[in-house]
């Protein structure tokens, strides 16, 4: 069984479009994460639910709404895409909110054209 | 405000031979730090962490890290490479005091290891 799981994997998709990825972890935790990974690969947290509280929104675009139906899942929803959307999107989730460690989802490579 | 600093976006080892994956931090606060693994394609994985307590923290796949304070650097080594340790490496820092688990990553260090 897959801890963390993201879908799609891969989302090409044009410019001004509103698209959806999710995440869901099936470890009990109570703490969810958002990274955004650059072309660089440069690492960066975007948002953080705890108990579907929201904890962290680093100056992310308001295009950019994260969603927490339950504990298990933290949907990231982006409208308006614009180019430098592209990039991989990590979820990841940690048992509390603290310095447990972080376990990370496979990613969403996310192509705006 | 805390960083990472990572020398190095790219070493290259021989099979064997010793790796050292370079990180410094700056904190304003007692560091808690990370070390994270990247295989092509994939998610992070954690290989260690050092919170508080011993400075020499060891991890998975023989991979093991000093907190030097002094020197603010938690440098990465194995003593001897493997072909499956090519991957990206990035270290991160985090907020002590359980507070918002917030982590800083470095701009990561992609490790090659030739036959």
């Known amino acids: 069984d897959t801890a963390v799981s993201q879908t799609p994997k891969y989302l090409v998709t044009q410019m001004g479009n509103d698209k959806s990825i999710k995440c869901e972890q099936n470890?009990?935790?109570?703490?969810m994460y958002w990274y955004k990974q650059d072309s660089k690969k440069f690492l960066k947290i975007m948002f953080s639910?705890?108990?579907?509280?929201?904890?962290i929104n680093e100056t992310v675009p308001n295009r950019f709404s994260p969603k927490s139906p339950d504990k298990a899942h933290l949907n990231l929803h982006i409208n308006s895409l614009e180019l430098g959307d592209s990039a991989v999107y990590f979820c990841?989730?940690?048992?509390?909110?603290?310095?447990?460690?972080?376990?990370f989802g496979p990613g969403t490579r996310l192509t705006v054209l | 405000a805390q960083s990472v600093t990572q020398l190095g976006s790219h070493v290259s080892v021989s099979e064997g031979a010793l790796v050292l994956l370079r990180c410094n931090y700056s904190?304003?606060?007692?560091?808690?730090l990370f070390w994270y693994v990247q295989y092509p394609n994939q998610g992070l994985q954690l290989l260690l962490k050092?919170?508080?307590?011993?400075?020499l923290v060891k991890g998975i796949n023989g991979f093991e890290a000093e907190f030097k304070k002094s020197e603010t650097s938690f440098h990465l080594t194995k003593p001897s490479a493997h072909m499956s340790d090519a991957a990206e490496y990035f270290c991160?820092?985090?907020?002590?005091?359980?507070?918002?688990?917030?982590?800083?990553f470095g701009k990561g260090t992609k490790l090659s290891v030739k036959p």
């Open positions: 991160a820092v985090s907020k002590g005091g359980g507070s918002q688990g917030n982590l800083i």
């Open positions: 639910y705890n108990n579907k509280e929201l904890i």
């Open positions: 050092y919170t508080t307590g011993a400075t």
């Open positions: 904190s304003s606060v007692p560091p808690y």
């Open positions: 990841a989730s940690s048992l509390r909110l603290s310095l447990d460690t972080q376990y």
């Open positions: 470890l009990g935790h109570d703490t």
